[in-house]
């Protein structure tokens, strides 16, 4: 069952969601070495990120954190808006974490080699084959789309690999994504998005008829491990009531 956190607006639900990470991790690190986090590029996230590297740069274990990608778009483009994981890059900067723990994808290399060897790092540092990261947080885009997951695609639906190629047939690139399989591995799924302008889909992803072939997110709203919904009255606009 998926757990929602409903708060007034996007600030408040970056902060709030900033506030319950840093608890996963201190809680987390009692019981092991490192606390691995799958990021995701986008505006609401970015804003996460900056609050974890001004108001929790001294309460959070940074040389215990392992930072890696969720996916990667192929473009040249210096503009964020046009190459959001560069952004995320540039964020990470301001993270008080050691660049040996910041695990990007490369772009260097074909799609092809890239997710080859994103994989073989990952399988390296998840030994287990049913386990991934710590924590995964993900957005989601209008159609419910996560990654670079979209719909009525075969890659929504490939099992077993942990990473693979894409060719976004919209943006006319291709990018490198984690798979549903490594996602629905991770012990931490949570979802942070705002905006009244994805009320609907959160609510077809959420209540609506089991279609994930329409909407990939419903494959990590069924996965058999915990899922939290950070959202602002805006995008949970068609659900419950708020958590504050």
């Not at 695609?153 to 099992?159: G, V």
């Not at 490594?182 to 799924?189: L, R, T, W």
Request: with cysteine; proline share 5%; charged share 25%.
């Amino acid at each position: 069952m998926p757990k929602l956190h409903i708060y007034k607006n996007e600030k408040e639900t970056c902060y709030a969601f900033a506030e319950w990470l840093a608890n996963l991790v201190k809680e987390t690190l009692t019981k092991q070495d490192r606390f691995t986090i799958a990021l995701s590029g986008g505006d609401t996230p970015k804003l996460v990120y900056k609050i974890l590297a001004t108001d929790y740069a001294t309460s959070i274990d940074w040389t215990r954190i392992h930072l890696f990608w969720g996916d990667q778009s192929f473009i040249s483009s210096p503009d964020e808006k046009y190459n959001p994981t560069l952004g995320l890059k540039n964020l990470i900067d301001d993270l008080p974490v050691s660049k040996n723990h910041v695990h990007s994808i490369r772009t260097d290399v074909s799609p092809q080699d890239s997710a080859t060897e994103y994989e073989n790092l990952l399988r390296t540092y998840f030994t287990e084959p049913e386990s991934t990261f710590d924590l995964v947080i993900l957005g989601m885009g209008e159609q419910g789309n996560l990654l670079s997951l979209y719909p009525f695609s075969e890659e929504s639906h490939h099992a077993g690999s942990w990473v693979m190629p894409v060719y976004d047939k919209q943006d006319d690139l291709y990018k490198v994504t984690l798979t549903i399989s490594a996602i629905n591995a991770s012990a931490v799924k949570a979802f942070l998005i705002t905006g009244k302008k994805k009320e609907d889909v959160v609510q077809q992803v959420l209540k609506g008829k089991y279609e994930p072939e329409k909407a990939p997110a419903q494959l990590i709203v069924a996965a058999n491990k915990p899922v939290h919904w950070f959202l602002d009255e805006g995008s949970a606009g068609k659900l419950i009531k708020p958590s504050y």
